[in-house]
DNA sequence: TTGAAAGCGCTAACAG
DNA sequence: CTGTTAGCGCTTTCAA
């Protein structure tokens, strides 16, 4: 028994064959007679054989994982967006090699090099904002590149997004519809074109429906959930307060119904909410978030999938690819109650 | 200008130098002159020259990466054990593979077979159950292995956990103190040591203070913030209902503090609520929930230090370190109030 | 259907 | 201080 981790000249020997032919075997080729490769099979069984990734990596030019660089994997949408990855690599035979920026952006353009030369075979960037800084780095790495859900407008890549515009478009209808007529926006943050086009949504339903937006009516919620509440809060503390609330994403929607009921009124009879992204938790909380949903798996999957074309030189790459959004109506949104308006007198 | 990455070579070529010598630059070993150091930097730099991980790994033995097995990257505190794990790899120069199991079973020996050949330096099992069907595949492997936030108890790795019974303890005493006499408990899981052990805090932190522990407080939870509603929603119809609620994790105590909402109380007025946990969203809810927190960025860090201590073969590996757990006080939790019986009568 | 030769890009060990 | 030699474990030709 050989000290050490077996290698493919071990099985050979055991099995009393070429390496060539362990490795045809064990890389499923065709060409080998039934006999060799069952017995190939037995001596690597019996010898626990597990080829060597960084030496196959090496002298296949390809490491059969791709990477994924994401700021953090703290977010709930982020997870969704890397599980639908996860799924879409596992199917296709590769690993996922994830990667967080930290925010750090000193070495980031460096840490995407390294990862780009023997490292992983293509790199999903899943950046909430701009992938400026490493456009450089990434332009010259000679690996296939895609971005998903950022709103960044002109990446140099091909992106994967979600309809954010026809999302909120959707959101509203359905508040509208329901009759509410004055309706409150907790927005995102400012400098992700995401937070502009569901923005933008909500303004153009308004007047769609022969509404005036009204800046009173619009709130920074930050993406967060105190800050949800503390827009939702300033929001209900305005005469005549609005009957719905539409937070441009579901952690600032908690916030928003938490809100509610601090002020002793009730989702949705009193005020509805509506939130943005169906994280998993929307469908948790009580009451359940009507919500507007981002495929975000789907997302990762679609990422995934465009790298897989290139990289196998099948299919077509779509320069701009933006995943459908839908309304999923749960139980945080009904009719405005007729005689009661909101009072937070203190 | 030559087609395709850039090597050693071109970059000795460029440099009039050895290849050698350009590995000693590129690793920073002692034994280059200033001059020689400075002019192949500079063709680094002109040639755009990034260091091959595949080859580097091959002919070191190493790959400077660590691997991160985990269940899934969703919920919370496992994606805080990551951030902790990858802020202690980042400070030691090194990767992070991060490799999830997706409860598919099947072929997960087979996959952390691959990692521990060629791909990884060493293993960060971060399990909530057991470790078993690994073992196998883990033993056999070549790199060190180390098991963190899983209540196994009988791992043949070393170990990183926390406190969890006296975390329950202090939960418990927090409540004693306020003058709570009537506990409920939301357990979680019973096959998670774990659970096991938040619970056993409970019971005995009900002894020490002369109450007996009453079945009927006790109610399942999962885990879940659904599970947590549903089980304090039974809690608080008991007759008499307890005026606190110790849950064993912070998501059932998001979805405990719902119930207690929606049957018309106030938290903590009517009833007090006490998490598990202390991810992120504790102190972002509304009110903040007062909760025991486990240090699990720490846990991560502690984790890789594990694994560094074994590679570089300094400092001791600790069979079992337990990290200490802690109160965090926030807003959910006040006395009981006086002549409030809650009531549920429907 | 099988195998021999060559080399992927890098570094450890030693020699000059 | 610098360079030579050898080889990590595998796969790609191409020949038998």
Chains 1, 2 share one sequence.
Do not use: C, W
Not at 45 to 64: K, Q
Not at 70 to 95: F, H, N, T
Not at 207 to 226: F, K
Not at 285 to 303: D, I, K, S, Y
């Amino acid at each position: 028994m050989p000290t050490g981790p077996v290698t493919l000249a071990d099985v050979a020997r055991r099995a009393d064959v070429s390496r060539m032919t362990v490795s045809k075997v064990v890389n499923n080729k065709a060409g080998i007679s039934e006999a060799t490769r069952e017995r190939v099979y037995r001596a690597i069984d019996e010898l626990g054989y597990v080829a060597n990734g960084a030496a196959r990596a090496l002298s296949a030019g390809r490491t059969n994982t791709l990477g994924v660089v994401v700021p953090s994997i703290g977010p709930q949408y982020i997870s969704e967006v890397i599980r639908g990855a996860d799924m879409a690599a596992r199917e296709a035979g590769l690993d996922l090699l994830i990667s967080t920026t930290q925010e750090d952006l000193r070495h980031e353009s460096q840490n995407v090099g390294r990862l780009t030369h023997g490292l992983v075979d293509g790199l999903l960037m899943v950046l909430p904002r701009s992938v400026d800084q490493y456009s450089q780095a990434l332009l010259r790495a000679h690996v296939p590149v895609v971005v998903v859900a950022t709103g960044n407008q002109n990446s140099p890549f091909p992106l994967v997004d979600a309809d954010h515009y026809h999302g909120a478009r959707a959101a509203m209808r359905h508040l509208l519809d329901l009759g509410h007529t004055r309706i409150g926006f907790i927005a995102g943050r400012a400098d992700t074109a995401a937070s502009l086009e569901r923005f933008r949504g909500y303004q153009e339903g308004l007047l769609t429906a022969g509404l005036i937006p009204e800046p009173l009516l619009v709130e920074e919620g930050h993406y967060t959930q105190p800050g949800g509440f503390a827009a939702a809060t300033r929001l209900l503390g305005l005469a005549p307060a609005p009957t719905a609330i539409f937070a441009a994403n579901d952690l600032s929607a908690f916030g928003a119904v938490e809100a509610v009921k601090e002020l002793g009124l009730r989702v949705p009879q009193d005020v509805s909410v509506v939130g943005f992204d169906d994280i998993p938790q929307a469908s948790q909380v009580f009451p359940a978030l009507t919500t507007v949903r981002q495929p975000l798996t789907e997302m990762g999957r679609a990422g995934v999938k465009q790298l897989l074309n290139v990289l196998h030189g099948v299919g077509a790459v779509t320069d701009r690819l933006v995943l459908a959004t839908e309304l999923i109506d749960r139980a945080s949104t009904a009719p405005p109650s007729a005689g009661r308006v909101p009072s937070t007198a203190n």
